[in-house]
């Protein structure tokens, strides 16, 4: 399973910029598929997550409100909303394919990850 994520940049804070997440197998649409961030000199952490069919989101209490995950599953593909953004959310965001139909917010809930995409927010 390969998942290419895209959609970075710099961007102005209070802007609002999306990400998306292209997984190459049909198997990802029947997942809990995830966004991650790491910023430099700091651990990955949650952003946000959604399940198998996008009943059920959760986010990271850093985001909520200003970030949305969603998914398309007929393209295999996540997004992930951003708005309202501030500089302390610069970081490389990552998508990963959960391990089952609902996944929370650990890194262990997630088996495939893609390479990353830099979202940088100028204050």
């Known amino acids: 399973v390969q998942l290419q994520a895209s959609g970075g940049g710099l961007v102005q804070a209070g802007d609002s910029l999306r990400l998306s997440c292209t997984c190459s197998?049909?198997?990802?649409?029947?997942?809990?598929m995830g966004w991650f961030r790491q910023a430099p000199g700091k651990e990955r952490e949650f952003v946000g997550s959604?399940?198998?069919?996008?009943?059920?989101?959760v986010y990271a209490d850093s985001v909520k409100a200003r970030f949305t995950v969603s998914r398309d599953r007929a393209k295999s593909t996540v997004y992930l909303q951003m708005s309202s953004l501030k500089s302390e959310d610069t970081a490389v965001y990552y998508c990963?394919?959960?391990?089952?139909?609902?996944?929370?917010?650990?890194?262990?809930?997630?088996?495939?990850w893609g390479q990353g995409t830099l979202v940088t927010v100028s204050s």
């Open positions: 990963a394919a959960g391990r089952s139909s609902f996944s929370g917010s650990s890194l262990r809930d997630y088996n495939f």
């Open positions: 959604i399940s198998w069919n996008g009943g059920n989101t």
């Open positions: 197998r049909r198997t990802c649409s029947n997942n809990a």
